[in-house]
Nanobody, 115 residues
Framework: QVQLVESGGGLVEAGGSLSLSCAAS????????MGWYRQADGKQRELVAT??????VYADSVKGRFTISGDSAKKTVYLQMNSLKPEDTAVYYC??????????WGQGTQVIVSS
């Protein structure tokens, strides 16, 4: 069974940085897209950033502050988060999409940004 494991979350002060990573295991498919999503308390899960066939897309709220990168050979996706704001506080989830457009999700990692 495919398993995606995120790491790198934690508590940081506003203006600080965190780096998230997500590694897939037992993933025997090609990778069409890799991405990061987040869900804050009481809110719907939202897109943060994705890479689809090499093209990166960012939510407006994180443009210029977050950078997504991926290594298909290592089946790992990263999210570098700089200039963090309290409103970035959420559980962050990674997602892989194969060429059959099936999605695989990680279990989530908590990011808390204190003001």
């Amino acid at each position: 069974q495919v398993q995606l494991v995120e790491s790198g979350g934690g508590l940081v002060e506003a203006g600080g940085s965190l780096s998230l990573s997500c590694a897939a295991s037992r993933y025997g498919f090609g990778i069409r897209a890799m991405g990061w999503y987040r869900q804050a308390d009481g809110k719907q899960r939202e897109l943060v950033a994705t890479i689809t066939l090499g093209n990166a897309v960012y939510a407006d709220s994180v443009k210029g502050r977050f950078t997504i990168s991926g290594d298909s050979a290592k089946k790992t996706v990263y999210l570098q988060m700089n200039s963090l704001k309290p409103e970035d506080t959420a559980v962050y989830y990674c997602k892989f999409t194969n060429f059959g457009k099936s999605d695989y999700w990680g279990q989530g990692t908590q990011v808390i940004v204190s003001s």
